[in-house]
């Protein structure tokens, strides 16, 4: 069963923009924190942004500056808008939901997934 929808990825050039969207659904009990994570060829999936039931984000260095989490609560829906795109941000990107405590961009610290969306940067 499928309880977060990512949308919004696509192929842009270098210096562009996307925004990245993560529907959840009501069977997710707190929807007050979220995650994103990015997973590339070769690599194993990264912490890219998070924000908590505060409203305070953290970001990994690499994105910082650059890309910005947020979320509209009425509409279950949370967002990470990516600027300034580099081919290095080449990935599958996936939303997480259900925070279990511990470092917020780290795999594990999350239940639930999303089944990605791609997002690809040509130079």
């Known amino acids: 069963q499928v309880h977060l929808v990512e949308s919004g990825g696509g192929s842009v050039q270098a210096g562009g923009s996307l925004r990245l969207s993560c529907a959840v659904s009501e069977y997710i009990a707190d929807k007050t924190c979220m995650g994103w994570f990015r997973e590339s060829t070769g690599k194993e999936r990264e912490g890219v942004a998070s924000i908590d039931s505060d409203g305070d984000s953290s970001y990994a260095s690499s994105v910082k500056g650059r890309f910005t989490i947020s979320q509209d609560n009425a509409k279950n829906t949370g967002y990470l808008e990516m600027n300034n795109l580099k081919p290095e941000d080449t990935a599958m990107y996936y939303c997480?939901?259900?925070?279990?405590?511990?470092?917020?961009?780290?795999?594990?610290?999350?239940?639930?997934w999303g089944q990605g969306t791609q997002v690809t940067v040509s130079s």
């Open positions: 997480a939901a259900e925070f279990r405590g511990g470092n917020r961009l780290e795999r594990g610290s999350w239940s639930y």
